[in-house]
């Protein structure tokens, strides 16, 4: 057995930090903002020049279709037959599939909020104005409910129809699912809320993560946070809770706020977490807008680069498919995806790269080297 072949009984220990970029496309305009992705892998997201592109699972453009400035990624109706588009000209926008005009809604002014949908099969839009809008599928207003300040977070619907909101003051409120105010709470944060296994309702605020009683809000714990101020907690299928923090971890949490493990990345992280479709990786971005993917269990899987521009204001959201492709708008007018390479990959990346000077198989605490190609060990990235 040759040293490379031995090397294959290492490899699913090792991760290179390596990504490879399946395609990126170029668009008119300035910039390409936060997309969605269907379950078939299709894409819909707004450019530069206000307008609404939708993509094949292979970014080929589809169609495109003049709806404004959209910063915001759009809404996919549970059977994926409508897109629901809100813009920075307070429209609200349901489309079809092939981009045809279903109803429009104009909100106050300022932008609108991503667009949520509930049990009902109704729909919650926020604007600036500090108005939530509950609408039918048909674009009917049922009811509204006025904020003290501006609302850019959606809500948070559970399935029983309960409905928690945030406005930009930091204030969230408790609503039933016809609109009626049950309690609200103050707080100094503005980023998105989430609901733990427990039922408990959670609140970043900038010094830490609260879990609020949905009942009563009352909180029942805090644990200490550094949590970017537009950023939130997400929560995976089996209860745990992660959170990105300013200081370059990415904190997993037990249901009940107790630590499972942090992870540390070369950046601070910028974007509230997401979660693949199998739950095994939490993708985030940093403040250098790199593409940042965490193992659901610790630890920093791979890294993939995007476009820089230190003077952007706005930090654009990924989006993550179905099968762990993550897909990146970036202010170069580009939409990137990209995944990481697989063990086997590596290898093979291993083997192509080998010289006569470097043929051999190099194993320490930190690195496992190749055939001259540097691998570094999952295990020494999770912190416990």
């Known amino acids: 057995m040759n040293s490379l072949e031995t090397a294959a009984r290492f490899v699913s220990q ?210 200490p946070a550094s949590i970017p101020r537009d950023c939130g907690p997400t929560v995976a299928s089996d209860g745990t809770i992660f959170l990105p923090g300013h200081d370059k971890k990415l904190q997993a949490l037990n249901p009940d706020g107790s630590e499972k493990w942090r992870a540390e990345g070369p950046v601070g992280l910028a974007t509230t977490p997401l979660l693949s479709g199998d739950q095994q990786s939490v993708v985030v971005r940093g403040w250098d807008r790199q593409v940042l993917v965490f193992g659901a269990e610790g630890g920093l899987r791979w890294v993939a680069p995007t476009y820089q521009y230190n003077g952007a204001s706005i930090m654009s959201k990924l989006a993550v498919g179905r099968d762990g492709t993550v897909y990146a708008g970036s202010q170069d007018s580009s939409l990137a995806a990209f995944r990481g390479l697989t063990a086997e990959e590596q290898l093979e990346a291993a083997r192509s790269h080998r010289s006569d000077e470097t043929p051999g198989v190099h194993v320490g605490r930190e690195w496992v080297v190749i055939g001259g190609t540097r691998l570094r060990p999952r295990q020494a990235q999770a912190k416990t």
């Not at 010094?207 to 805090?222: E, F, H």
């Open 14 to 223: 090792y991760d290179q930090h390596a990504s490879r970029t399946l395609w990126r496309r170029e668009f008119e305009g300035g910039w390409v903002y936060e997309p969605a992705v269907s379950s078939e892998g299709d894409l819909y997201v707004g450019g530069g020049r206000g307008e609404l592109l939708a993509l094949d699972p292979n970014g080929e453009l589809r169609w495109k279709l003049p709806a404004g400035l959209i910063l915001r990624a759009p809404v996919l109706s549970s059977d994926e037959q409508t897109v629901y588009v809100a813009t920075q000209e307070s429209r609200l926008m349901a489309l079809g599939k092939n981009g045809n005009l279903l109803w429009e809604q104009q909100l106050g002014y300022g932008g609108v909020s991503t667009p949520v949908l509930t049990p009902g099969g109704g729909l919650l839009a926020g604007s600036l104005a500090g108005e939530l809008v509950a609408f039918t599928s048909q674009g009917e207003t049922t009811w509204s409910f006025q904020t003290m300040g501006g609302i850019q977070q959606p809500a948070l619907v559970t399935p029983e129809g309960e409905i928690f909101l945030r406005d930009d003051r930091g204030t969230v409120y408790a609503l039933d699912a016809a609109g009626q105010e049950r309690w609200k709470l103050d707080t100094q944060g503005c980023g998105p809320l989430a609901r733990n296994a427990d039922g408990l309702i959670l609140v970043s605020d900038w010094k830490d993560l609260k879990a609020v009683d949905p009942a009563s809000g009352q909180v029942r714990w805090r644990v």
